[in-house]
């Protein structure tokens, strides 16, 4: 027999979604912030020679 009311655990487990997408979102933009300033130094090193 199911359980009557408010399901047990929703709202941590919402809240634990969120703040794990917002934590993938931040490592994947840091590392594109990375890999853009790693291609502008090389660039601007292929310049000079």
């Known amino acids: 027999m199911a359980k009557k009311g408010k399901e047990k655990n ?3 487990k919402t809240k634990h979604t969120k703040l ?11 590392k594109l912030q990375n890999k853009m300033r790693l ?7 292929n310049e000079t020679k």
């Open 39 to 45: 291609k502008a130094i090389i660039k601007k090193a």
């Open 10 to 12: 929703t709202l941590n």
């Open 20 to 30: 794990m997408n917002r934590k993938i979102k931040k490592v994947k933009l840091e």
